[in-house]
């Protein structure tokens, strides 16, 4: 077994003003901090203004020769990581615009990869069918996503500004979902070096 650490990205999929996906994400970066076996970075969607989808060539077929800056800054941070913790609300029971188009614009970064979900939301929904529609669009980009999920309902409720947790109410949820984490994260790597 290779014991050098995981880079794990936590992905923070709302671009929206005020957002609570910084306080969630937040909360979880210091949670995957303490794990020996991680190496966590934020990736934050907001913060790469990548364009709408538009290319007439397929991600595949683009071999890593993007057509926009942005892309290109977004693949690189994207390829580092070894796994990801995807940080999403739910928006009109779906997805985050911002995050299926960040998703959409690479293809053999994410391949081969384990991938966290934690969804959340201001009222009670607590993000579960855009975690449920982003499990069906990282399996189709060649992600392993955990059985483990962690959702938030009145996440406004549960953290502070900065994101400390005023409860332990998904602290369980999260712990056993970033063992699993690693435990896929692990079993992938090899798969990759095949690969490539």
């Not at 985050?96 to 991938?115: C, F, M, R, S, V």
């Not at 309902?153 to 063992?179: C, M, V, Y």
Request: hydrophobic share 40%.
């Amino acid at each position: 077994m290779n014991d050098s650490k995981l880079r794990i990205g936590v992905v923070i999929g709302s671009t929206r003003d005020g957002r609570l996906g910084e306080r969630v994400a937040q909360w979880v970066m210091a949670q995957a901090k303490t794990l020996p076996g991680f190496d966590a970075q934020l990736l934050d969607v907001g913060a790469v203004d990548l364009p709408l989808y538009h290319d007439a060539v397929q991600p595949y077929d683009m071999h890593g020769h993007y057509p926009e800056h942005a892309v290109t800054a977004w693949s690189q941070l994207v390829a580092a990581c070894d796994g990801y913790i995807f940080v999403t609300p739910e928006y009109n029971h779906g997805l985050p615009a911002p995050l299926k188009n960040a998703i959409d614009w690479l293809y053999p970064e994410w391949t081969d990869k384990a991938a966290a979900l934690v969804g959340y939301s201001n009222g009670n929904g607590a993000g579960i069918r855009a975690v449920e529609q982003l499990r069906l669009t990282l399996a189709h980009v060649g992600m392993a996503t955990v059985q483990q999920v962690t959702t938030i309902a009145r996440a406004q409720d549960h953290f502070d500004a900065d994101g400390t947790p005023i409860d332990d109410a998904f602290q369980g949820s999260l712990t056993r979902e970033l063992g699993q984490l690693e435990a896929w994260a692990r079993a992938l790597r090899p798969l990759r070096r095949i690969s490539n």
